[in-house]
């Protein structure tokens, strides 16, 4: 899905979860609208982007100065024996009050460390990039899950809609050989064989109605709205033909998995030089403000204080270490090579599945009008076969077999549409191009 359609997911305020309820009718948009609103996925997605949002700063990357405030304060009570040249001038006092005050203010800063900071600055960067990418994937992903759960209940509805009408032709099958019982041209048989044709059928609806709910509660599991919420579909399976292989292929590089496989790759090679600056020097600034103060009731100095600014610069030169930070270097190379042959692991695992997937929906495609024409042939012929039946001109296994000829293509049609409709867009959201 294009950037835009999720911007107008976000904001889109018209079909809130009260309104449709009272609407009670769902179309796809709608459906996935709630559902990336609520997507418990894409929220912890958003939070992750949020985060590494937060995260890209030139603080963080130690970019910027860092600045101490610190103070100490000591109360000293002591015993002062001091003697002088001068007998006059000695002092012997036990329990002499002392005050200690010390302040200062510092800030460092970094000059130079192998370029360190600016490489951090850009892995978080496309750390950040990544997690967009990712979030973009998590809402592909779901709104490719929502509409095949979607087109998955209009299926279940059209089956059972298949199964209703041939109830419909199964009652009148029934009432015809009732009447005809009662006036002596029907046996027993005739009466019993349709009456467990029909029972068979509402049997079969009875199933198709569970299978119709459950699939409802995994598309309203998906939209995390409640499992017997009321809603009616209202979109059909409508198949777009017209979707070109070489053309989709070159959509593929534009994929957010992609985008976030290629983000780890740049995420490594800036790893790399942030353990390769290791190896050099790092200059520091180093300036603040100092304050000192001693204070005694007693002694030789009764006061002294020292203040005043300062300003300096710090060399450090790793010289050895163990050679831990080579191998640290060496690490993120290999992991660099990790992350560009995942990079190509999963382009050709989209690839491939692009590949498949396009088969299947051309061969959905080709099936289709085939299917189409046999169910069409199959309704006029249930419809002829149940007249001639009226007539006296056909029998109970002549409508049997016209209903179970209808049931069987109106089932193959309605999957083949849907089987058409998945690759459809499963093709879309490999190519990021789904749209609804």
């Known amino acids: 899905m294009r950037k835009h359609n999720y911007i107008f997911l976000f904001f889109a305020t018209l079909f809130s979860t009260e309104k449709l309820a009272a609407q009670n009718n769902l179309s796809l948009k709608e459906a996935i609208t709630i559902a990336i609103q609520n997507s418990y996925d894409i929220k912890l997605m958003e939070n992750n982007v949020a985060i590494a949002k937060n995260n890209n700063n030139y603080g963080v990357a130690g970019g910027l ?47 130079f460390n192998g370029y360190r900071v600016a490489a951090t600055k850009s892995r978080l960067a496309s750390i950040e990039k990544q997690t967009i990418a990712a979030l973009q994937t998590q809402m592909l992903n779901t709104t490719s899950t929502v509409m095949q759960q979607y087109y998955n209940v209009v299926r279940q509805d059209a089956f059972l809609k298949t199964i209703v009408k041939s109830i419909d032709a199964s009652e009148q099958r029934l009432s015809i050989v009732k009447a005809r019982q009662a006036n002596g041209t029907a046996n027993q048989a005739d009466l019993l064989q349709s009456n467990l044709d029909l029972n068979a059928l509402i049997q079969a609806k009875q199933n198709q109605l569970l299978i119709l709910e459950q699939v409802k509660a995994d598309l309203f599991n998906s939209m995390v709205v409640p499992s017997n919420s009321n809603y009616t579909l209202t979109d059909s399976i409508q198949v777009d033909t017209k979707i070109n292989l070489a053309e989709v292929e070159s959509k593929v590089k534009d994929h957010p998995m992609l985008q976030s496989a290629q983000q780890l790759i740049n995420v490594n090679q800036f790893l790399e030089k942030e353990t390769k600056a290791l190896t050099y020097p790092t200059l520091r600034a180093n300036g603040g403000y100092n304050y000192n103060s001693n204070r005694s009731t007693a002694g030789f100095i009764l006061v002294n204080e020292s203040y005043g600014p300062f300003l300096g610069l710090n060399l450090s030169i790793p010289i050895y270490a ?23 692991n999963t382009a050709q695992d989209i690839a491939t599945e692009l590949y498949k997937t396009y088969q299947n929906y051309q061969n959905s495609l080709k099936q289709t009008p085939i299917e189409t024409q046999n169910y069409e042939m199959s309704e006029a012929l249930l419809n002829l076969v149940m007249e001639r039946f009226k007539l006296g001109q056909a029998t109970i296994v002549d409508v049997k077999q016209a209903q179970q000829s209808f049931e069987t293509a109106g089932f193959r049609l309605t999957s083949l549409k849907f089987t058409a409709k998945i690759a459809e867009v499963e093709l879309k959201r490999m190519s990021n191009q789904l749209t609804f």
């Open 65 to 111: 100065p860092s600045v101490t405030a610190t103070t100490t304060n000591n109360n000293t009570l002591t015993t002062i024996n001091q003697t002088f040249p001068d007998p006059s001038r000695n002092t012997s006092r036990n329990g002499v009050d002392g005050a200690t005050l010390n302040g200062g203010l510092t800030a460092t800063m970094i000059l």
């Open 322 to 344: 163990g050679s831990t930070s080579k191998r640290a270097f060496k690490n993120a190379q290999i992991n660099t090579v990790s992350a560009k042959l995942q990079y190509d």
